[in-house]
């Protein structure tokens, strides 16, 4: 019998999961302490800290993050996280029906 979990191939995340895990790591960072460091973010999103340089800068550039003293979230971050969330919710909801 062959063991299906070994077998699995992880996924590899899109950008867009990516930011919306940044944001999501933001958030509880947020939360729990006055400064969000790059660090922190790296751990909870689970990539190497070069590729979330990128993904920060990009973020910065679209203006979804401000990067100062400490990384915050834009209203332009919030509204993408809220409508992320909203179709993971419904892609679940669709998962469940069929």
């Not at 999501?24 to 190497?48: F, G, M, W, Y």
């Not at 979230?73 to 993971?88: C, L, P, Q, V, W």
């Amino acid at each position: 019998m062959i063991n299906m979990e070994k077998n699995k191939v992880k996924e590899r995340r899109t950008k867009t999961q990516i930011f919306f895990d940044v944001i999501t790591a933001i958030i509880d960072d947020t939360q729990n302490n006055e400064l969000v460091s790059p660090t922190r973010i790296q751990v909870k999103c689970n990539t190497s800290y070069d590729k979330l340089t990128k993904y920060l800068e990009e973020m910065e550039r679209r203006e979804m993050i401000e990067k100062e003293k400490s990384i915050t979230i834009t209203e332009k971050g919030m509204e993408f996280h809220k409508d992320y969330s909203r179709i993971n919710e419904l892609i679940n909801e669709m998962d469940k029906k069929f």
